[in-house]
């Protein structure tokens, strides 16, 4: 199964980032393979507006079941929510401590955007 | 009178513009209007806070409800192909592999994903985003555009309100502040843009912007410096560096101030600056008929 984290970095030591749609960049983690890959987010970073959307389509297009960031505004999570992605907010410092958290069953499933849009 | 009708018979659209909210767009709006002296429109397209109205005695005629036209998708003819989503500028159309889902607070109303999708399965539906309305105010028509309260896309209703304009008439087009799209689409198309300022550092500031912003749209323009006195002398040097016109200088009288709270005309109230507005007028006329050669 497919992982995507906000990550500001590329590696799994890197920080989680806490915004979704204006993240660096994704790292889409595989648990099957244990291997991870790096998606550009400069695009959506640079977005006049919708970067939560576009940010929640780019995951849904690597097949990531799951989402984990710090944080999901209203529009992003309704793309996810239509694409089947399981959201997580967590307060990791980095992407490894995030997905330890989750291995662990340490987080609970969003039910709705955890912040406004623009926080 | 005879100036003013030779300026009617040019027919100008005369925007007013400032970088900085709060230089007096709308005192030298309404005072020029005033000052003009025969049948003049004054388009209010400040949309998000129109307030021309609230200095003109008149009758309000009936409003228009102005609508954006926004997607509305077919499930079952939608086959997710995507095209849609990846056209949308603003990304107010996202696709899945689903039905698209659509922000309708996002979209600018262009109609671009009905035309690419290839299986015809977006309609546009109408989504209302304000009204227009025309006051008649002695020689001024006034036309004011009011945006719905939480709608964030003022340059629709923008246009909606120059769309009213009636040619042949002249025109005085006091446009939102700032720089961005509501401004563009308030002042491209004029004839000549006044930028109005204050002697101040964010006055200056906001000045350099705008001259920026007229400059790449080709538009002939000139400053009036409002509250002359209250600050320093560095937006005259800029103009002065830059090779920018100062057309008027009104003064930082107290009564101004006074006048206006009372939602009194500048030239009504204190009758010996009526002068400073009919000499702006003369300047107009004659810059702008140099910027259009």
């Not at chain 1, 244990?34 to 998606?39: N, Q």
């Not at chain 2, 209010?44 to 008149?58: I, Q, S, T």
Request: overall charge negative.
């Amino acid at each position: 199964m497919k992982i995507a984290f906000t990550t500001s970095g590329n590696s799994l030591d890197a920080p989680l980032d806490s915004r979704f749609g204006r993240a660096r960049n994704f790292l889409i983690y595989d648990t099957d393979t244990k291997s991870f890959a790096i998606l550009d987010n400069a695009q959506n970073l640079n977005a006049a507006q919708g970067a939560g959307i576009q940010a929640a389509e780019t995951v849904a297009r690597t097949g990531a079941q799951c989402l984990i960031s710090g944080h999901c505004g209203p529009k992003a999570f309704r793309v996810l929510a239509a694409a089947g992605i399981k959201i997580y907010n967590s307060d990791a410092a980095t992407v490894a401590e995030a997905l330890q958290q989750y291995l662990d069953g340490k987080l609970v499933e969003a039910r709705n955007a955890d912040v406004d849009g623009h926080w | 009178m005879k100036e003013a009708k030779q300026w009617e018979g040019t027919a100008l659209t005369i925007a007013v513009a400032s970088g900085k909210g709060g230089t007096g767009k709308t005192t030298v709006s309404l005072n020029l209007a005033k000052a003009y002296g025969a049948p003049i429109q004054l388009l209010d397209c400040d949309v998000e806070e129109p307030n021309c109205h609230l200095f003109l005695n008149g009758t309000a005629e009936a409003e228009e409800t102005v609508f954006i036209p926004i997607p509305q998708v077919d499930e079952s003819l939608c086959n997710a192909c995507g095209e849609c989503s990846r056209f949308c500028q603003y990304n107010a159309i996202a696709s899945l592999g689903t039905k698209p889902l659509v922000f309708p607070e996002l979209c600018h109303g262009c109609g671009g994903c009905a035309l690419v999708c290839p299986q015809k399965a977006i309609i546009e539906v109408d989504k209302r985003i304000g009204a227009v309305g025309t006051m008649q105010a002695g020689d001024i028509t006034l036309i004011q555009g009011r945006i719905d309260v939480g709608v964030a896309m003022a340059p629709p209703l923008v246009r909606a309100v120059k769309a009213r304009l009636q040619p042949g008439m002249p025109a005085i087009l006091d446009a939102p502040p700032g720089t961005s799209c509501p401004v563009i689409a308030a002042i491209r198309d004029t004839d000549f843009v006044v930028l109005v300022t204050e002697p101040t550092p964010f006055g200056l500031h906001d000045l350099k912007l705008a001259v920026d912003m007229v400059r790449e749209l080709k538009l002939p323009f000139g400053v009036v410096v409002n509250r002359m006195g209250a600050g320093d002398d560095r937006v005259h040097l800029f103009c002065r560096q830059a090779g920018v016109p100062i057309l008027l200088e009104i003064p930082d009288d107290r009564r101004i101030a006074e006048a206006y709270s009372r939602g009194e005309l500048l030239v009504d109230a204190l009758p010996e600056y009526r002068g400073l507005f009919s000499g702006l007028q003369d300047k107009l006329r004659s810059l702008a008929a140099a910027g259009r050669r």
